[in-house]
């Protein structure tokens, strides 16, 4: 196997990869103690070769693999590519395009929802991964021995499951399913991570709009710390810590030092400053630049007993054509199409509304039924006729 060090060496491979109509690629990064994720290992494979880059050997000039990834005529294949995708877009605002996912792959042609790489290598070549070496420390040098053969083995498998899964989907129709799906994750929008939008990670729950604008600022204020100290959000303060003092509010240092969810003494750092000034912006920001607080509504009993059967359906037609559930409809997606005329949603477009979604609709205007047929649910067009008047 080659382990790649200098920049001559991976122009030269690139240049010789990009003649091929299709690459696999993996990463190995840490990002435990890090905002950002650390490259430290790349892996490629094209249709004859395999090569190992090591992101950390001084001196190496990655501008050669970004043109790669930028290749418009060669198809770079990960499984589950958004961590990877995201590392490329942080390091140079490149997204590897086109792309193909053989975790997304593997949904459309009924694999399961989100299947390891492990559990899809053994299912698709038979073959074991040694997954030993998977949590080790890639940082370190020099690479182990163990760690090289793990590495070179995820992307010659990857060849190898792309291969089967590309005919599968030409055999059975469903190139453009994955083509579609892969629209949101080479979308710049998918992996842009403006302060200002940091609130959205956040699973608090707030009841009044000051508390919401608190939420938004400091959310902000994190997540422009976290970045420019490039550590994890956690080591700036805590998500719970956020929530109380939305709830809180705190205006001065003494109020700041009574909040639990901040360690002793933060309140005279520079980071209690920061918190103080974020909730005072909160507090000047005006009313109508504050999002609406989304709140759940209860669904009716109806809609509700809709929903169940909307799942039942999902279910029966996912195990008809072969696909993961997930991937074609989620619950808030039933959950809005029992409540809504015609929500604007995933699954009643594309060809999910061709499989799914118009036999969803159709369910809740009571023209599909479904009955047990010995042991199995069936779904059956019906006749709308009116109840006998009692």
């Not at 299709?22 to 990002?31: I, M, P, S």
């Not at 294949?77 to 990877?84: S, Y």
Request: glycine share 4%; charged share 30%; aromatic share 6%.
């Amino acid at each position: 196997m080659d382990l790649v060090t200098s920049s001559n060496d991976l122009a030269a491979i690139c240049e010789r990869l990009s003649k091929h109509p299709f690459v696999t690629v993996d990463t190995e990064f840490l990002r435990e103690s890090t905002f950002w994720p650390k490259l430290c290992v790349v892996q490629m494979a094209g249709p004859d070769e395999a090569v190992i880059i090591d992101a950390l050997a001084e001196g190496l000039d990655l501008t050669p693999l970004y043109k790669l990834m930028a290749d418009p005529g060669v198809v770079k294949v990960f499984h589950a590519a958004r961590q990877d995708i995201e590392i490329f877009w942080n390091l140079a605002k490149t997204i590897p395009s086109p792309m193909f996912d053989t975790q997304v792959a593997a949904m459309v042609l009924g694999y399961g929802d989100s299947i390891s790489y492990d559990q899809l290598v053994q299912r698709t070549t038979g073959d074991t991964i040694d997954k030993s070496s998977r949590f080790t420390d890639w940082s370190r040098r020099p690479l182990s021995p163990a760690q090289l053969t793990y590495a070179f083995s995820d992307v010659t498998h990857l060849r190898d499951i792309y291969l089967k899964l590309q005919a599968d989907l030409e055999k059975r129709g469903r190139v453009q399913w994955v083509s579609e799906e892969m629209k949101i994750l080479t979308s710049p929008d998918t992996y842009k991570q403006e302060p200002e939008n940091a609130w959205k990670r956040l699973k608090a729950r707030v009841k009044k709009p000051r508390e919401f604008a608190v939420l938004i600022e400091v959310a902000a204020w994190r997540e422009r710390e976290a970045q420019s100290r490039d550590v994890p959000r956690s080591r700036v303060i805590k998500d719970e810590a956020i929530a109380e003092l939305a709830q809180q509010q705190p205006k001065t240092v003494e109020a700041l030092s009574h909040m639990r969810g901040l360690p002793k003494g933060f309140e005279r750092s520079k980071s209690g400053e920061g918190i103080l000034a974020a909730i005072r912006a909160a507090h000047a920001r005006d009313p109508s630049t504050i999002p609406a607080i989304a709140r759940d509504k209860p669904l009716s009993n109806g809609a509700s007993a809709t929903v169940e059967l909307l799942k039942v359906l999902l279910r029966l037609i996912s195990e008809q054509h072969g696909v993961a559930a997930k991937v074609v409809a989620t619950v808030d997606e039933l959950q809005r199409i029992a409540a809504e005329d015609e929500p604007d949603v995933p699954a009643l477009s594309g060809w999910r509304r061709a499989m799914f979604g118009e036999q969803a609709l159709k369910l809740k205007r009571g023209e599909l039924a479904l009955a047990f047929e010995g042991s199995r649910v069936v779904a059956f067009e019906r006749l709308k006729t009116p109840l006998a008047p009692q």
